[in-house]
């Protein structure tokens, strides 16, 4: 027996002494303060919790360790200390997706009792065992310091649940609730009767399933099911775009991926579902994967798919003349540019629990589409939609990693086939194996411009390795094409864009959508044409920005272009750098390219002047849920502190993925449109004389058009964001700044504009200089989370964002989507910061350091 007192309760523990605290906190006393973000890995420090006075992360300490000790989680900390120091990240906007705020602020508690006055050097060294992927760690450092000056008696904690209209720093929506650790994600609900799953995953990337033999699973401790591809009662294949990826693979099929689903077991508790899981045998016929995509690409390549090429898309973009202008061209650069894949490393891995409900299922899903996720489980079931309701838990970060089904599918299956709530949770190394990446892509190009230093002629030819899956590698080949010329005119262009299956983890969206890699090869370019020609590089990219009128790749020409503004903000601190990068950045807002982007919103008015508003957005940080409140207060003149904002397939208002820098556009126009009939009503009546109204509206873009020869000047999107960044390297050539200057258009929150912008910069920097998931033969070389390379906080470089407001004609009061576009630039930018300091251009990302 081991004794031990967890928040000043007394426990006798007489389970598995080698179980880990965390699993003891989270699976028997359901105290959820503490996180599991990289199980057991001691990566993330989303699980601290004090020991004996000491910090400690719970998930690397065995319950052998702990007889006699005293142990406090967040719940157990004096509650004026832990809601002050709260606080103040909440003031500070160090709150975004909020899954790993719990430990910090545990560690910012023990750190200050410590250390009651630390310097920036100290916080970022008591915060080395800590990941955040959302904020970019300079907020969460603020935040500290605040709670020290208060301590000291110099402030007091700052009033919480602050509201303001648009353009104002409202508090993050239930910011608090997260911070203290009270908020509940997936993996923190809990229901009666409720049972567990687990995945049996393929061995070998490209293997024939031969048999799976499962007796000793269903023989198991707590087992009640074990679940094959045989047992699924519709269609068996699921995706975004292309119905390509199955839920399980079947007896006799050949493996795509490793993280290729062979079985799935269900049994009372997670660890027994696990152990049973890895004790399914399978016997395979082992084939050679096809991991190379330019191999793949051959006529003669075995396929991925048997009835489908490898070559699943090629989108090409032309305009004018290449070959003429660079025939004629004064100066040409070239080079052969390659991204790497990377993981997104959100904090909080997959989970999803299912429950019968009524004569249909109700799903608690974090994904970044619940009406998507709808659309999917019903038909892996077989079943009408209706009978599937999905509500949104908001997740702990998502970056287009959530956008794919993982393990939403299999919960509704067990749950559906068993009638019992079911969760499924992936551990960390099962999440990496699983979900989508961002593209490993080959860029081959060549820039062109005349004696004048004003382009002429590109020519690109892009191979982007989807892996197994489609996903919506399309779309991201797509936007590396239409990115190709970023924020430039380029009057003649040859555009190539290839999306390739193989059999490696598959590849999807990520933050950025091939914008990013894009940036890379075109910046890269445009720095080697100044140096043929000697030209300024910031006025080159002056002469040569897209002005209102001028195309885009695709042939939109842009209203309300910000990249001179961008340009201009950032002048200073490149001229005033001895080594410095210059980059500039554009993306697109909305799906566009002639699909249909809309958004539906109902508000509903309760009693005692309350107000639900219905909409269908993922919260996963970025803060749509607080945008929403904020342009209801500005329309209506109602408090946002009245507003609760509901996800929910309930709701009847279906909406399409969070995705492509799109919901405060979308979203903040439908607002708009419900708000007017609740004014007008509101100039004869009070709220609580409205209550058991509803305001319902639908904005929608319908007009863009698919780029192709019959539509050269057609719109393909509704708007674009624009930004300019400029790294600045220390006389060593390390890095020691970013100044990031980005367009939003109108500023709604000034805090969580800051806040994204400065957590894209933070992503954009790990993937010039760090990140990199590397495979082996279709293998993973390594799935542990700290391999991923994310930058920690004393690793990130200092930050400094300048927002820009050049309204656009469509988004509400000219804002413009910037959830995206924080990240196009900065691999760019330090790029080419370190051809600057040793004259060394730099093909391969992650960069080598400077000479």
Known sequence: MINLTINNTRINYQGNPERSLLQFLRNDLEITSA??????????????????????????????????????????????????????????????????TPGFVMRTH???????????????????????????????????????????????????NRVGAV??????????????????????????????????????????????????????DGVFRVFTAADIPGNRFTGLIFNDWPLMIAQGETTRYIGDVVALVIAQTAEQARAAADSIVVDYEIHDPVTDPFEAMKPDSVRVHPDKANLLETCRLTRGDVDRELTEAAFIAEGDYQT???????LEPEACVALPEDDGLHVYSGGQGIYEDRRQIASLLGIDEQLVRVTLVPNGGGFGGKEDLTVQGHAALAAWLLRRPVKMALSRPESIRMHPKRHPVFLKMKLACNAQGMLTAMWLEAVGDTGAYASVGTKVMERIAGHATGGYFVPAIQLLAHTVYTNNIPSGAMRGFGANQAAFALEGCIDELCRKGGFDRWKFRWDNALVDGLPTATGDHVKGSGIRACLKAVEQAFRGASFAG???????????????????????????????????????????????????????????????VITDTASGITTGMTTSSRATVL???????????????????????????CYRAKWQCDWTVKPDQNNPDGPTHYGYGYAAQVAVLDADGTLKKIVAAHDAGRIINPVLFEGQIE??????AGYALTENLPLVNGHLASDRLRDCGVLRAHQTPDIEVLGVEVPDSVGPYGAKGVGEIGLVPTAAAIANAYTAFDGQRRFVLPLKPVK
């Open 35 to 100: 996180k599991d973000g990289c199980s057991g890995q001691g990566a993330c420090g989303a699980c601290l919790v004090e020991i004996d006075g000491k910090p400690r992360l719970s998930c690397v300490t065995p319950m052998s360790n702990l007889d006699g000790t005293v142990v406090f989680t967040l719940d157990g900390i004096p509650s004026a200390v832990r809601d002050a120091i709260a606080a103040w990240f909440v003031e500070e906007g160090a709150v975004q997706c909020g899954f790993c």
């Open 110 to 160: 023990l750190l200050l009792r410590e250390t009651p006055n630390p310097t920036v050097a100290q916080i970022r060294q008591a915060l080395k065992s800590h990941l955040c992927r959302c904020t970019g760690y300079k907020k969460i450092e603020r935040a500290i310091s605040q709670a020290a000056d208060s301590f000291h008696g110099n402030s007091r904690p700052p009033a919480m």
């Open 167 to 220: 353009g104002q720093s409202m508090h993050k929506y239930k910011a608090l609730e997260a911070a203290t650790g009270k908020r509940r994600f997936v993996n923190d609900l809990f229901f009666e009767g409720m049972v567990h799953g687990a995945l049996r995953f393929a061995d070998h990337p490209r293997a024939a399933v031969l048999a799976v033999h499962t007796s000793a699973a269903r023989s198991a």
């Open 340 to 346: 790497q894949r990377i993981e997104h490393a959100f």
């Open 582 to 644: 210059l980059a500039c950045g554009i993306k697109n807002s909305g799906i566009g390219n002639g699909m249909v982007d809309s958004s539906e919103v109902v508000v509903e008015i309760k009693e005692q002047g309350r107000v639900l508003l219905h909409q269908g957005w993922t919260e996963m940080g970025q803060g749509v849920h607080t945008i929403a409140a904020q342009i209801f207060m500005q329309e209506t003149g109602i408090s946002a502190s009245k507003v609760e």
């Open 667 to 693: 979203l903040g126009n439908a607002i708009k449109e419900a708000c007017r009939d609740l004014r007008n009503d509101l100039k004869n009546s009070n709220l609580n004389s409205l209550a058991g109204r």
């Open 759 to 764: 957590g894209a910069v933070h992503m954009g």
